[in-house]
């Protein structure tokens, strides 16, 4: 994909609208669902309580819900993961973005992170859920960034993802280039994390992302229309 012909339609069907915050009232969900309606952006991007709430917000309008899982740390054991993703798609999550364990990836347990993998993606396809997996790369090296992305070359889940956005570090260029490169077109890759302009979102989108999430959704869409795009 290149972000000099890419469409404003195409554009904003890439955005995952995100908001994640502890303090998120209904007042908050209300809002970020009709934005997402308005500018039909792929997803809502949530914490997993509120899925139900935003679910009946959103029934018809095509947008769907994500539901964060282990968020954001990862430090639930796989039993609890696979039990918050079965009661999100259960609320009526279309989407699920889950946080791997990031200790037992740097201990270099990697039959832990691909029994992990394995399991949540299973749930996911077995009821034609799009499943995505959280790396935090901001706290791995490159070389353990290459081994979850090898893992997920095998597992196949739908996306690899750069970030929660609550880490010390977010999405960064050099990064989703190395994801892209191990996965190619086995599995698609989203940036998160500090992606507030279209000047950043176009080069994540020329590394090889294909889904971006963000809070600043609307104002990257503005921007690549004030410059031009169409």
């Known amino acids: 994909m290149n972000s000099k012909t890419i469409t404003k339609e195409r554009l904003a069907g890439m955005m995952d609208h995100t908001f994640l915050k502890?303090?998120?009232?209904?007042?908050?969900?209300?809002?970020?669902?009709?934005?997402?309606?308005?500018?039909?952006?792929?997803?809502?991007?949530?914490?997993?309580?509120p899925v139900a709430y935003c679910k009946t917000i959103l029934a018809?309008?095509?947008?769907?819900?994500?539901?964060?899982?282990?968020?954001?740390?990862?430090?639930?054991?796989?039993?609890?993961?696979?039990?918050?993703?079965k009661k999100a798609i259960e609320d009526g999550a279309d989407e699920i973005d889950y946080v791997l364990n990031i200790g037992?990836?740097?201990?270099?347990?990697?039959?832990?992170?691909?029994?992990?993998?394995r399991r949540i993606t299973d749930v996911c396809k077995s009821r034609d859920i799009l499943i995505k997996v959280i790396f935090e790369n901001?706290?791995?090296?490159?070389?353990?960034?290459?081994t979850a992305a090898e893992i997920a070359r095998k597992v196949?889940?739908?996306?690899?993802?750069?970030?929660?956005?609550?880490?010390?570090?977010?999405?960064?260029?050099?990064?989703?280039?190395?994801?892209?490169?191990?996965?190619?077109?086995?599995?698609?890759?989203?940036?998160?994390?500090?992606?507030?302009?279209?000047?950043i979102c176009s080069r994540m989108i020329d590394?090889?992302?294909?889904?971006?999430g963000t809070s600043a959704s609307i104002e990257i869409v503005?921007?690549?229309?004030?410059q031009g795009g169409k």
């Open 60 to 85: 018809g309008t095509g947008v769907h819900v994500g539901a964060a899982i282990s968020f954001p740390l990862g430090q639930t054991a796989v039993e609890t993961k696979v039990f918050e993703t």
């Open 22 to 49: 502890a303090f998120a009232t209904h007042a908050d969900f209300d809002r970020l669902c009709r934005e997402a309606a308005e500018n039909h952006f792929a997803m809502v991007a949530i914490n997993s309580s």
């Open 156 to 199: 196949k889940p739908d996306f690899i993802k750069t970030s929660t956005g609550f880490g010390t570090g977010g999405a960064t260029v050099e990064d989703v280039a190395l994801m892209k490169s191990v996965v190619e077109d086995t599995v698609r890759v989203k940036a998160a994390g500090g992606i507030r302009n279209w000047e």
């Open 104 to 117: 037992e990836l740097k201990m270099g347990n990697t039959a832990y992170i691909e029994d992990e993998m």
């Open 207 to 212: 590394a090889g992302a294909e889904r971006i």
């Open 222 to 226: 503005q921007q690549f229309v004030e």
């Open 138 to 146: 901001c706290y791995l090296t490159k070389d353990e960034i290459r």
